[in-house]
């Protein structure tokens, strides 16, 4: 069976540009979650998705980042305009439920803004 | 926010070598759970717990549920290559929303 997928795997890119990373969850799963991880913040929960509806997006770190869900089998993160400090991996993760605590993470998206 | 307190921060272990790592927390969990994170992959559950006092094995890891809820632990025995990675311990709390609280990651390296 395929996991999460993730595109980019890699991405570089100059600051003030316009980033979108995309997931596709596990077939059936019906929460799916955005994740960074940086060596000083750790994982950080930026939003998650019950149902293709944005459930909490207060990890969210400012305007200039947006998610989206517009069906069970995709979503994308967006960073407009991107900058320096949000060099990080991304990780999209998927879950059946929520009361088992597993999630199952994508390779994870590395993003480097120049 | 609530804040999981991962220990030590990295090891670096000759292979054989037992290994034990803990988290500790300020709040009570419902379930605590062990993730591991290869280089340049997602992390995957290794273990999961979900009552206090639990100790549960799968294969050369072994993890408990701290009887105060506020703590749990994992070993790996005979560690070997492959054990390489980070270990992020996460805990759960249904009046959270059931949404997982990660500690900080152990970074295991192992030396041949």
């Known amino acids: 069976d395929a996991g999460v997928i993730q595109s980019p795997r890699h991405e570089v890119t100059e600051m003030g540009q316009e980033v979108t990373l995309r997931c596709k969850p596990i077939s059936g799963h019906d929460y799916l979650f955005w994740y960074r991880q940086t060596m000083m913040r750790g994982l950080e929960l930026l939003i998650y998705?019950?149902?293709?509806?944005?459930?909490?997006d207060s990890g969210m770190p400012e305007d200039r980042f947006s998610a989206k869900m517009p069906n069970a089998s995709f979503s994308t993160l967006k960073i407009q305009p991107s900058e320096p400090r949000d060099s990080a991996v991304y990780f999209c993760?998927?879950?059946?439920?929520?009361?088992?605590?597993?999630?199952?993470f994508g390779e994870g998206s590395r993003l480097t803004v120049l | 926010g609530q804040q999981l307190n991962q220990s030590p921060q990295s090891m670096f272990i000759q292979e054989g070598e037992d290994v034990s790592m803990n988290c500790t927390s300020s709040?009570?969990?419902?379930?605590w759970l062990w993730y591991k994170q290869d280089p340049g992959e997602g992390p995957v559950l290794l273990i999961a717990l979900y009552k206090a006092g639990e100790l549960t094995s799968n294969g050369r890891l072994t993890a408990q549920f701290g009887i105060t809820r506020k703590d749990s632990f994992l070993n790996i025995s005979a560690s070997i290559p492959s054990d390489v990675g980070i270990y992020f311990c996460a805990g759960q709390r249904s009046n959270a929303g059931n949404m997982l609280t990660f500690g900080g990651g152990t970074r295991l390296m192992v030396k041949p």
């Open positions: 993760a998927s879950a059946r439920g929520l009361g088992t605590g597993e999630l199952f």
């Open positions: 709040s009570i969990f419902n379930t």
């Open positions: 998705f019950n149902n293709n509806v944005p459930i909490d």
